[in-house]
């Protein structure tokens, strides 16, 4: 069975900081994974997502990702944080399955910037 | 604006009450999917249509009932509503089942009283 786990319920860093928020996951087949943000009373927005191309991948607002097939990680990465980042992300895993698609989502990184 | 649209916004009902929450999927999508977001339980697939048919079931009360119609938009059917079922629901679609990105809706808040 599909599974994420997000390290860190809340990760806080300085404006002009890293931002690093760490995912790992776990599949049986080779996965799909995407990174989702999500602002207050606002609805899931994609940021980015790998679908077995290239292992780095970019995403929207400067944000990227590298699968790590050995460490089963996908991390979401910013070099620099800007205040209008501060938001929930959730990393979600789905395995491709003939005729259907289920999300698996982990429990959130509540991300908080500090000016 | 994901082009996922969902009514109503905001639903308060009482324990034992029946809603229907309905979306209209992004123009071309063919797949519709439902999620619920919850304090305890967190971000959960609930179940996925595909051009009318069923595809995809998560954990899904036997209290839930979900459909989707010819024209596409599906609706997700809460009965005997209980306390633990406030919680936000969110309508999702893609142009097919395949690792395509899906598209959120803002979702439909429901809180039972």
Request: with cysteine.
């Amino acid at each position: 069975a599909q599974s994420v786990t997000q390290l860190g319920s809340h990760v806080s860093v300085s404006e002009g900081a890293l931002v690093l928020l760490r995912c790992n996951y776990s599949s049986s087949v080779p996965p799909y994974l995407f990174w989702y943000v999500q602002y207050p009373n606002q609805g899931l927005q994609l940021l980015l997502k790998y679908t077995s191309a290239a292992t780095l991948v970019k995403g929207i607002n400067g944000f990227e990702a590298e699968f790590k097939k050995s460490e089963t990680s996908f991390h979401l990465t910013k070099p620099s944080a800007h205040m209008s980042d501060a938001a929930e992300y959730f990393c979600a895993v789905s395995e491709p399955f003939p005729g259907a698609q289920k999300l698996v989502f982990g429990q959130g990184t509540r991300l908080t910037i500090n000016p | 604006d994901s082009g996922v649209t969902q009514t109503p916004k905001h639903l308060i009902t009482a324990t034992g009450q029946r809603v229907t929450l309905r979306c209209s999927p992004r123009s071309g999508d063919l797949s519709v999917y439902w999620y619920q977001q919850s304090l305890d339980q967190g971000l959960q697939f609930l179940i996925q249509y595909y051009n009318g048919e069923e595809r995809a079931k998560g954990n899904i009360l036997e209290r839930f009932s979900a459909q989707q119609f010819p024209d596409l938009h599906s609706e997700l059917n809460l009965s005997s509503l209980e306390l633990g079922d406030s919680a936000l629901y969110f309508c999702a679609s893609s142009v097919d089942h395949l690792g395509n990105t899906i598209y959120f809706g803002e979702g439909s808040w429901l809180t039972v009283v």
